[in-house]
């Protein structure tokens, strides 16, 4: 069987993917979850609370990334000897964890699109980006992360489609990686 690692910048759909796996009845880990990632504090490597979008400032990131837990994605490598298991997120640390994937499922989406999605979060769960700051992160991450679809491999799901479509691409690439 096989670990299919989802990703793509903030805004691709991740944590909507994640869930429309889990309601088919798959195991899917969100990176966003407290036992596979965290925020660490660069200076001294212990992890750190997200302080709410008011204190989240240039300087805060600065001072922290987000990471996956390696221990964690180790551990979801080794259960997926025996079964399928989707993990969907992003870690400023995933370079060093890719050996972990048996696949690498890539979201891509367009600028606009990304800053359509970005913009009606108001009122979720998650406030990532709503703040002009953040939205340049992400924005930067965004194109860095475009680089990533390149590599040999990966294989590019078109995200800007309806979730069930993004999810029948996805369905679609497992079986023909298990065929």
């Known amino acids: 069987m096989s ?3 989802i ?3 903030a805004g691709t759909g991740k944590s909507t993917i ?4 889990q309601e088919l009845g798959y195991e899917v880990h969100d990176a966003d979850d407290d036992d596979m990632g965290s ?3 660069n200076a001294t490597n212990e992890k750190a ?6 204190e989240r400032t240039p300087e805060w990131f600065t001072a922290h990334s987000y990471r996956m837990i390696p221990e964690a994605i180790e551990a979801l490598h080794e259960k997926a000897k025996d079964k399928t298991i989707f993990l969907c997120g992003t ?7 890719w050996h972990l994937f048996d696949h690498v499922l890539f979201l891509d989406i367009d600028e606009a699109t990304l800053r359509q999605r970005i913009a009606t979060r108001a009122g979720t769960n998650n406030d990532f980006g709503q703040s002009p700051h953040e939205l ?3 924005l930067q991450e965004f194109k860095k992360d475009k680089l990533k679809k390149n ?3 990966v294989v590019i799901i078109n995200a800007t489609q309806p979730i069930k479509d993004v999810v029948k691409q996805i369905l679609d690439s497992v079986e023909l990686a298990s065929g």
């Open 7 to 9: 990703k793509g910048s």
């Open 18 to 21: 994640c869930k429309a796996l």
């Open 49 to 54: 609370k997200i302080p709410p979008i008011d």
């Open 91 to 97: 870690g400023s640390n995933e370079d060093a964890l």
């Open 39 to 41: 925020a660490y504090d």
């Open 151 to 153: 590599l040999p491999g």
């Open 3 to 5: 670990l299919y690692y």
């Open 136 to 138: 340049e992160l992400i």
